[in-house]
């Protein structure tokens, strides 16, 4: 091997000869050092390095807490999309023996073709690399001594890296086991051999390392156990044996793949997507997953072999294991990696399980419709759960507010004291935001102001959130930052804060902004509860501010009357409502006089606690993770406030702080996910991001829980309780808003006045819209004029002038500079330069 730059250090010296020969998960380690790699770019979930990324560990020469050093592969798609990239780590030193049990394997499954091998010590020990189809889960051990590297497990160290357990650099080996000259005859990943599940030569070796064709489903999965410890593992940990009856959401599921079994010519994805959704089921807590899964498997053997001859018994018997095989190791890796087991099934009382029980005829047979459906916490039950939701009831009852909108209050109030780096997992997509809105339903002056007054005094926090009304939507932005202009000097962002709670009493407000012509409120805000960029295009650098996705913390409330609510639901396609927990001031059971209760004391918040960066010495690698894990500590990631907001700069991965979710969650998230990509689901436009607020919700129990780390099912369980008053909130403004509609409808004369007020609206816009443009003109000509004497010149359009000059400085055009005259305060107005 050439020697490397040894100034500059391998990582900086060989990063972009890795790059170009298609390997693409370069990142960086200690000096000398072979662990800990940097935060965020190794795992399941890690993507590779950007250019960027790479540019900045080279000039910086750190990342994290540590200097620049030794580089390494995380391995994963190779740059054309087509393969992924495995490693067949043998280890054949000490104790570890991967040179025979390689020699045992290629005996069992044929001769591995040849290829390049990195390492630092004597052959057979080393890492053979090979390219394999996408989308298969790959075993993470395939003996004592050998570890298959892949992007879900583990890294490579390689050239021109120093290996402090070897003393020695490491190197690489060709196809012939000579040495290779670095770095010129580095590998191309589009070189390496392929291991096939369609070529003879490799199958065997293929089906070895998925464990006969487990598909990746995305998600944890455990491939070192056995078919058999699968088996046991799942009839010992889900909920029922062999012969326990499916329960009744476990038979709702059951028929309805079984009807689709035998009533669609193909049956292949049926028969999967029966397998993968019983058995999330049984993770969920639900009983019956063995029987359910071999009525499915029975009917489409059925179905396939007899009524439509297409395929043989070991077929259909290899599909069926495949299927069954990969979700039982999806759940127990789900289950493992959230150190969980299933929760009690909520479907089975007595008369349920006889129910149950009738429903399958002897042989298996199968019918319907004997089941009753189950509900989360009952509105009553709901405030009996925790002391903290008692209190509250308590507290808005005593000031004389509705608990529940008091309730959505105190959530959008605790969110709004979350950093905007703490965010749900990476389920589907991205991290999600918690970002949190709020529509309190109420008459006009039926209790919406009551209920944000006493939720202010309920939840006593260590941090006031910022509160604004709400404006346009650059006006949005512009309560967390603006543009200072420096002379000689581009533009610069000056961010003022990194969280806001905005308000909105009347939606009347909201109506009369998203109604502007160019208006981007909406759109804006479906933005912003997702946690995604805000900002605008502007060829003007100087209006040009940027607030970079998961850097706010953004919470609204909302006020509307339940006539009122077509300014939000209008906007369903848009996804507006959506995003929205509707909660009415509403109390059938407030108290008479004499039975109000005493008011409790206000629930303290504290600061969410920022934690410091780990100790330099301790390792991030995954057996330091499980060693946190099991000793029952919490590591919190937060991004370091001494840098400032930074809103205007990406979120480092590392800085993350990613709540946990209960494994039956994240289950029915990607069940839900699934049925949309294939079609087939039925949720309506309305209730389309239902699972991502109700988790949202969730997130503010767990918070005034007095918790910071992660979702439990009580959290989910009381959420889907909100969740449901608020659907059924939102469908009373529905019925309200069709009722005034129709009334309209039928009123003649109303409608003829309605168009006279739109064209009475048309005429004031386009003459408001003439004199800005007059306004423009005059200060064109004379900058800086008082507002009173600008305003003088307007003569009897003058009435018009303060809307007009409101809009100039909402979009930018004009400031308002504090002046004095004659001793007392006004404003000077100023057109800014090429407006």
């Not at 053979?128 to 996408?134: I, K, S, T």
């Not at 149950?356 to 009553?380: C, H, M, N, T, Y």
């Not at 995604?532 to 609204?556: C, I, N, P, Q």
């Not at 100039?808 to 002046?819: R, S």
């Amino acid at each position: 091997m050439v020697a490397h730059d040894g100034e500059r250090g391998p990582f900086r010296s060989a990063n972009q000869q890795y790059r170009q020969r298609g390997w693409l998960g370069t990142i960086p380690l200690p000096k000398g050092k072979k662990h800990p790699p940097p935060k965020g770019w190794t795992g399941r979930n890690a993507q590779h390095p950007s250019d960027e990324q790479i540019s900045e560990w080279c000039e910086t020469g750190r990342f994290d807490k540590h200097d620049v050093g030794n580089i390494a592969l995380h391995l994963g798609p190779t740059p054309d999309g087509k393969h992924e990239v495995i490693g067949i780590d043998v280890d054949d030193y000490g104790d570890k023996h991967g040179g025979k049990e390689l020699e045992e394997l290629e005996a069992k499954n044929g001769p591995l073709p040849a290829t390049y091998i990195s390492t630092s010590r004597a052959l057979p020990s080393g890492i053979r690399f090979y390219r394999v189809p996408v989308g298969y889960a790959f075993i993470g051990k395939a003996a004592n001594g050998i570890d298959i590297i892949q992007r879900a497990h583990r890294y490579a160290v390689v050239w021109p890296s120093w290996n402090p357990d070897s003393q020695a650099r490491y190197g690489w080996l060709d196809a012939d086991g000579r040495e290779i000259a670095a770095p010129e005859g580095l590998p191309n990943v589009g070189r390496l051999p392929i291991l096939s599940p369609h070529s003879p030569k490799t199958r065997k070796w293929f089906d070895y390392l998925t464990r006969g064709g487990v598909k990746d489903q995305g998600q944890p999965m455990d491939m070192d156990s056995t078919n058999d410890e699968i088996k046991d593992w799942a009839l010992a940990t889900l909920p029922g044996g062999e012969d326990t009856p499916p329960c009744k959401r476990m038979q709702k599921a059951l028929g309805k793949w079984l009807s689709r079994i035998t009533d669609e010519e193909s049956t292949h994805d049926k028969i999967t997507g029966a397998q993968w959704e019983l058995v999330n089921l049984a993770v969920e807590g639900h009983a019956g997953w063995y029987v359910a899964c071999t009525a499915a498997g029975n009917t489409s053997a059925h179905n396939t072999i007899q009524v439509r001859g297409k395929r043989g018994i070991s077929e259909l018997r290899g599909e069926l294991g495949r299927g069954l095989w990969g979700a039982l190791r999806s759940a127990k890796g789900t289950l493992d990696e959230g150190h969980a087991l299933p929760p009690r099934c909520l479907c089975g009382d007595e008369d349920a399980q006889r129910l149950i029980k009738e429903a399958f005829a002897e042989g298996g047979a199968w019918r319907l419709g004997v089941s009753r459906p189950w509900e989360d916490f009952g509105q009553e039950e709901f405030w009996s759960v925790r002391p903290e939701l008692a209190r509250l009831r308590e507290f808005a009852q005593a000031r004389g507010a509705g608990p529940w909108s008091t309730l959505g209050a105190v959530l959008a109030r605790a969110i709004a004291t979350i950093p905007p780096n703490v965010v749900l997992p990476p389920t589907i997509g991205g991290e999600a935001s918690v970002n949190l809105f709020v529509a309190l339903v109420a008459e006009s002056g039926w209790g919406k102001g009551a209920s944000e007054t006493a939720a202010k005094a309920f939840l006593d926090t260590a941090v006031d959130p910022f509160e604004a009304t709400l404006g346009s939507g650059e006006g949005l932005l512009k309560q967390y930052a603006y543009k200072r202009r420096v002379k000689g000097q581009e533009p610069e962002q000056v961010n003022l804060r990194n969280a806001v709670a905005f308000t909105a009493p009347e939606i009347d407000t909201v109506a009369a902004l998203s109604g502007r012509s160019g208006s981007t409120l909406m759109p804006e805000l479906r933005k912003a509860w997702m946690g995604e960029r805000l900002g605008f295009g502007w060829s003007d650098t100087e209006k040009a501010v940027a607030l970079m996705a998961h850097r706010y913390r953004m919470t609204m409330i909302v006020g509307v009357q339940p006539g009122c609510g077509g300014t939000l639901l209008k906007d369903a396609d848009g996804g507006t409502p959506q995003r929205f927990v509707w909660l009415s001031t509403a109390d059938p059971n407030a108290p008479e006089e004499d039975d109000r209760p005493e008011e409790p004391l206000p629930l303290r918040l504290p600061a969410w606690p920022v934690a410091s960066e780990p100790d330099e010495g301790v390792s991030e690698d995954e057996d330091a993770s499980e060693s946190v894990e099991e000793s029952g500590g919490v590591r919190l990631k937060f991004a370091n406030v001494k840098d400032g907001y930074e809103l205007d700069k990406p979120v480092p991965r590392h800085r993350f702080h990613v709540l946990g979710i209960p494994p039956g969650v994240a289950v029915a998230i990607r069940a839900e996910q699934r049925a949309k990509l294939r079609g087939e689901s039925t949720i309506s436009a309305l209730d389309s991001h239902a699972m991502l607020a109700r988790l949202k919700i969730a997130v503010g129990f767990m918070w005034l829980n007095g918790r910071t780390d992660k979702v439990n099912e009580e959290d989910w369980a009381l959420a889907g309780t909100v969740l449901a008053v608020s659907n059924a909130t939102r469908d009373k403004v529905r019925s309200a808003l069709n009722l005034n509609t129709t009334k309209a409808a039928e009123a003649a004369g109303r409608r003829d006045a309605e168009r006279e007020v739109v064209k009475e609206d048309l005429l004031r816009d386009k003459k408001i819209a003439r004199i800005i443009e007059r306004i423009r003109t005059k200060l064109r000509a004379d900058n800086n004029q008082g507002k009173a004497k600008l305003k003088r010149q307007f003569g009897p359009d003058k009435d018009f002038f303060d809307e007009a000059l409101t809009r100039l400085v909402d979009v930018g055009d004009v400031d308002l500079k504090p002046i004095e005259y004659n001793g007392r305060p006004g404003h000077a107005v100023c057109l800014k330069e090429g407006r």
